[in-house]
């Protein structure tokens, strides 16, 4: 099994900047991609940024290109999303998930880390 921890959530001023961190565990952890992920109340849970563990390809969706920075530390087993110029419509609870090779879906998912951004 895996287990994914979030940390790094909080309350921050628009503007402002964040740093998320995803510290993964267990024996079995070897993933093809590892993402990050959001939901807003009342929200579905939408994508927000991945990165190919290995090659360390990165993807985000339009909305926080340029402002946000997935990256990776191996040794650590620890993903990593930097979150700059915030703004309020990124509140939201952030996920991670990480997708095993020959897997279609994310199979495991951490409990989520909360991000308030006021105006």
């Known amino acids: 099994q895996v287990q994914l921890v979030e940390s790094g959530g909080g309350l921050v001023q628009a503007g402002g900047s964040l740093r998320l961190s995803c510290a993964a565990s267990?024996?079995?952890?070897?993933?093809?991609?590892m993402a990050w992920f959001r939901q807003a109340p009342g929200k579905e849970r939408d994508f927000v940024a991945s990165?190919?563990?290995?090659?360390?390809?990165?993807y985000y969706v339009g909305s926080v290109k340029g402002r946000f920075t997935i990256s990776k530390d191996i040794a650590k087993n620890t993903v990593y999303l930097e979150m700059n110029s915030l703004r309020p419509e990124d509140t939201a609870v952030y996920y991670c998930?990480?997708?095993?090779?020959?897997?279609?879906?994310?199979?495991?998912w951490g409990q989520g880390t909360q991000v308030t951004v006021s105006s």
């Open positions: 267990g024996r079995s952890f070897s993933p093809y991609l």
């Open positions: 990165i190919t563990w290995s090659g360390g390809m990165t």
């Open positions: 998930a990480s997708k095993s090779p020959d897997v279609y879906e994310y199979d495991y």
